[in-house]
């Protein structure tokens, strides 16, 4: 596949097998946990066809060599694990709860250490003596947006490897290792598999020890996807561009009426030009994604009832798929309690916009 194909063109055709006469023009799950010696596969553990489809495609799409795992949370441990004992990680104050609980649970261990920053204010991010900076942007689910290449170069000039969670952009809309970074991170969970159907996570990175040492770790720690998970999500992948392309104008469409709305006091969107997050995800990404969140002035309770009041909405944790869902994030006790309680996550899906608005529209006027 030559590099100058448009990424909804590789999505489309990455990953396939030769074109040579009787050949399928797909990848197939290969259901199989070994395999006949003298080749380099050798074990179910070490190596999938499906996985190595999934993983040409989303390397191709994020300038790099992708490793699959099991999960995100998977994929992240991996590329925790890289950081030496005693080790530094900077991490941002607001990014995916589970990310940050790991990291908490591992310093508590003395595995190592986390200093957390508001990410996106970039003067105030403390690297001395990181050994890993871990970003998130956009973060879940306060939408903040860091300044990705300025952070990277101010890492590495401290030593430290950039890890970046590019999940909530997808490699469609944001390519951190063009922007500086040293790993990319997908849940690929979400958009990426895109239909809410199968748990699996992805790294990505051009450097080759880098790519090496993580892949080792799904080899020794073991948190492999399965086969039919790979095969779920390179399908899924097929049509992200389309998916992403509805989604993300039914995601501005509503931000645009959220804001006129009298019971919501603040829309996160970085497509809103006001938006704190604006010039620099105009800067750095090609869309600002599907990921939305309003407050309702800090009425926790109203906000519960419109999570709970949607009929064609799904109340639901979990974002990326075609259909839309919506939560209140400070439902779970492992939030960061600095989310606001009133502040309802919405993952709009590719719905006809005026259905979604009209259900959002009553359940809020109901709460
Ligand atoms: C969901 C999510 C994860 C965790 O991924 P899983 O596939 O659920 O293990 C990590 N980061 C972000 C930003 C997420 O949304």
């Known amino acids: ?62 300038g790099g060599r992708a490793v699959s795992f099991a999960s995100g949370m998977a994929a992240a441990a991996a590329v925790i694990d890289l950081v030496p004992i005693g080790g530094r990680v900077v991490a941002p104050q607001h990014a995916y709860s589970g990310v940050l609980a790991l990291l908490d649970q591992q310093a508590a261990t003395g595995r190592l250490s986390v200093v957390r920053a508001d990410i996106a204010d970039t003067e105030s991010v403390d690297l001395t003596d990181a050994n890993m900076l871990w970003i998130e942007s956009p973060t879940n689910p306060a939408m903040e947006v860091a300044d990705i290449p300025v952070l990277a170069a101010a890492a590495h000039d401290a030593g430290a490897t950039v890890v970046v969670d590019n999940t909530f952009a997808t490699p469609l809309l944001q390519q951190p290792l063009r922007l500086g970074a ?61 998916r992403l392309d509805r989604a993300q104008s039914n995601a501005a469409y509503l931000a645009d009426r959220l804001r006129e709305h009298p019971r919501v006091s603040r829309v996160r969107y970085p497509g809103l030009p006001d938006d704190p997050g604006h010039a620099r995800a105009e800067a750095q990404m090609s869309g600002f994604g599907a990921i939305l969140a309003i407050e309702l002035g800090g009425d926790a309770a109203a906000a519960q009832k419109v999570c709970e009041s949607t009929n064609l909405w799904v109340h639901a944790t979990s974002l990326g798929g ?35 608005w009209n259900d959002l529209e009553q359940a809020l006027n109901a709460s």
Request: aromatic share 6%.
């Open 182 to 242: 040293d790993v990319v991170m997908h849940s690929a969970t979400k958009f990426i598999a895109g239909h809410s159907d199968v748990i699996l996570g992805a790294v990505v990175t051009a450097d080759d020890d880098l790519w090496s040492a993580i892949e080792l770790r799904r080899r020794s720690l073991g948190a492999i996807p399965g086969s039919m998970d790979a095969w779920l999500a390179l399908r899924g992948l097929r049509t992200l561009a389309l």
């Open 322 to 356: 075609v259909e839309s869902l919506l939560e209140r994030r400070r439902r779970w006790p492992m939030e960061v309690p600095t989310i606001p309680e009133d502040l309802i996550r919405l993952s709009v899906g590719i719905e006809h916009p005026e259905d979604l």
């Open 1 to 62: 596949m030559t590099a100058e194909l448009d990424p909804s063109t590789v999505v489309v055709h990455a990953g396939r097998p030769e074109r040579v006469p009787n050949a399928p023009v797909g990848p197939s799950p290969v259901f199989s946990s070994t395999y006949v010696a003298g080749g380099d596969r050798g074990y179910g553990r070490f190596g999938n066809e499906a996985w190595s489809a999934l993983e040409d495609t989303l390397g191709q799409l994020e």
